[in-house]
C-alpha cells in the first residue's frame, strides 16, 4: 500500500480516515492506534467480532486484538452478536442491539470482514472513535461510509460514516479462507462493467458523472488479471478493494461500482432470504453476475439496442410487471411493494425523452470489459464463473428468473433500464445473453 493510497484516503473521506495501515501484525498496534487518535488510558473500549475463527500466524485475530487493547490499558466489552443461519445479519432488531450493547464506550473496534465492519460504522455514533481491523480482502466496502443493513427484509445501502482508522492485517489476510479471497476478486472485477452501468444512468438522469473517476480503480484491478499466485496478488487484491471503497466513499454512491452484477446478486440475496434458504457470499455471487453483465452489454451493443428513440419512457404496466416478478418468491406481496415503489422512484428521475446524447455510447464502450476477461480473472483466483458453482448452487430457473428481475428491484437505473424503455427487455434477449455468457465459459 503506497503513501499515495494513504494520501487519497484521507483527501477521500474528508480527513476522517486518518489512519489507514495495511501490514503483518497491524492487529497488535491497535492500542497506540487508538492513543494515537486521542482515547486516554482506561476507556471503555466495545469489541464487534461476528464469532468465526479468524486465524493469524500466533493465533486468532479477535482475542490478539482483545489482548492488545488491555495490555494498552483499555477496558475491553465484547458484546455477543445475535447470529443466526444466515450468518450475522444486519435486520433492524441486530443493529438495535448492537447499538445499545455499545453505548457509552469511548471506542468501537470491529474484528472482521464486511458485515461486522459495517455493523461498526452503523452503530458507533460520531464523537465515539471507531477502528475496523479487516480479517479477509472479502468486499470493497471496508473504506467507505456506508452500511449494507437490511430493512422491511431487503437490503439498501445505507450512509453511516467512515472509520477513524482501518487496519488491514496482513497476516490474517494471508489465512483467510479461499473462498473470501475469490469473493474479494469477484466483487471486485464489477467495475468491468459497473462504470458503464454508471455513464449510462447519468446521461439518462442528468446527473454529473466523470468518468476520469473510475480510472485508479479500473488500474487496480486490471493487476488482478496476472491471478493468485502472482507476485504480489494479495497486495493487488487490497488495493483494488481499498481503492473502490474509498471511491465509493469520495463520490457518496455505491453506483459507480455497483450496477446490473450488485442487483443480480441482491436479488437472489432477496429470494433466498424469502424464503429462509442459505446463499453465498455477496462477492462470490457478484463476480458471476459480472460474466452475465458483461455479456448483457455485449449483446445489447453488438444488437444496436443501446440507443433511445427521442419521447421513450418507462412503459405504463411497469408496475405490474414489478408485482408479477416479485409473487415468484413473495406470495403476500411484500417484496413487490417494496420494489414497486423503488421503481417508481426510477420512473420519477428519467430525464431519456430527449434520448442518448451523441458520445454517451463511445464513453460507456470505454468502460467495458468482455465476458472473456471477467472469466480469465475469476479463474485465475480460483472464483465460481457460474451461478450453478456458487453455494449453494444456483439452478437454471431461479438463475433465469433472477436475470429476469434486474430492473424490477431498485430505484438503480442501468442498462436493463434502457431496454425496459426500448421495448427489448424480452425472454429471447435473455436466451442470447445467457448464450453469450456461457459461450465465454461463465453465466447460468
Ligand atoms: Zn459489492
Redesign the pocket.
Known sequence: MTAALQAYAFEASGGKLRVLRYEADVRLAVGRVLRDLGVPDGADVALLADGAQKLTSTGELGEEVTAALAAGGYLVRRPALEIGGHGLVLDEATVASAASAVDGARAVVTVGSGTVTDLGKAVAPAGVLLVAVQSAPS???FADSLSVLVRGGAKSTTPTRWPDALLIDADALDRSPARLVAAGVG?AV?IGCSGADWLLASALQGTQADAAALVPIRDAVARLAAGAHAPGAMPALVDALTVGGLIIGALGT?AP??GNE?LL?HILDMSAMAQDQPHDL??AQ?GVATVLSAALWDVALSEGLVRLAPGSAYPDDLEERVSEVWSRVDASGCLGATCAANVERKRALWQGGDGLAPGVLAEVRAQLVTPEAVVGTLRAWGAPTRLRELTPPVDAETARWALSALPFMRDRLTLADLLVVGGAWTDEFLDKVIARADAAGGGL
Open positions: 468486499v470493497n466496502g466483487d464489477a455505491t461500482l455497483s450488485h446478486s455477496h462477492g457478484v
